[in-house]
């Protein structure tokens, strides 16, 4: 079975903090995509980065980075000097496409609120 | 601009009524899909459609219905056979199958209260 796990409820840091949100991955399958959608309080989430079970480089995009590991099966997303419209939930999210081409699998997000 | 459409934003109902939950994309995307949200629970797929005039169920199908009779159109109906109905539901779309792009395009989501 898959599964998706972020551990972190909630998180609150104060502007400009560097902040990792967590998340930890079950699956079997060796060919797998992985993903982070973004949720602003208007309600709809907004697709952040894909990346397959073959790259485990990381990624970075601006004050954006993540950090793909297989060995301990997570994929985690760090903030640099956060902002306030940072502020939103976020989900970690699996596809095993072999399995089941249109199903993602989505944890149960992280709620992250920037103080000013 | 393009995008997904949902209405109403929000909807009141009175137990033993259903309710149709309106989705409309000019995307030009195949498929869609219907997620509910509960609090600490993530998403949860209730029916998705690849195509026209052709759905599936999700994960939390029963209580719930839906048709797609226009590519741009999928509507969600929460019948009075849905236990716990008081959610916020959100439709997406996507260009290929999700599970291989990942990339799903949201709508603004619709929340619903059983009074």
């Known amino acids: 079975a898959q599964k998706v796990t972020q551990a972190q409820t909630e998180i609150s840091v104060v502007e400009k903090e560097d902040v990792t949100l967590d998340c930890v991955y079950e699956t079997r399958d060796t060919t797998y995509y992985l993903f982070w959608y973004k949720q602003p309080p208007s309600g709809e989430l907004v697709f952040l980065i894909r990346r397959n079970s073959f790259d485990e480089q990381n990624e970075i995009s601006g004050r954006y980075s993540w950090n793909f590991q297989k060995s301990t099966s997570s994929f985690n997303f760090t903030i640099t000097a956060s902002q306030v419209v940072d502020s939103a939930v976020y989900f970690c999210?699996?596809?095993?496409?072999?399995?089941?081409?249109?199903?993602?699998?989505f944890g149960s997000g992280t709620r992250l609120s920037i103080r000013p | 601009d393009g995008g997904i459409t949902q209405s109403p934003k929000y909807l009141f109902r009175k137990e033993g009524q259903n309710v149709t939950l309106s989705c409309e994309q000019n995307?030009?995307?195949?498929?869609m899909y219907w997620y509910r949200q509960d609090p600490g629970q993530g998403l949860r797929l209730i029916y998705y459609s690849q195509i026209v005039n052709d759905f599936q169920k999700g994960d939390i199908a029963e209580g719930y219905s839906v048709s797609r009779e226009k590519k741009e159109s999928f509507p969600l109906t929460v019948t009075s056979a849905q236990k716990n109905p008081t959610a916020f539901y959100l439709c997406?779309?996507?260009?290929?199958?999700?599970?291989?792009?990942?990339?799903?395009?949201f709508g603004e989501g619709s929340r619903l209260t059983v009074l």
């Open positions: 999210a699996l596809s095993v496409p072999y399995s089941s081409a249109s199903k993602i699998i």
């Open positions: 997406a779309s996507s260009f290929g199958l999700a599970g291989y792009t990942g990339e799903l395009f």
């Open positions: 995307l030009n995307h195949d498929a």
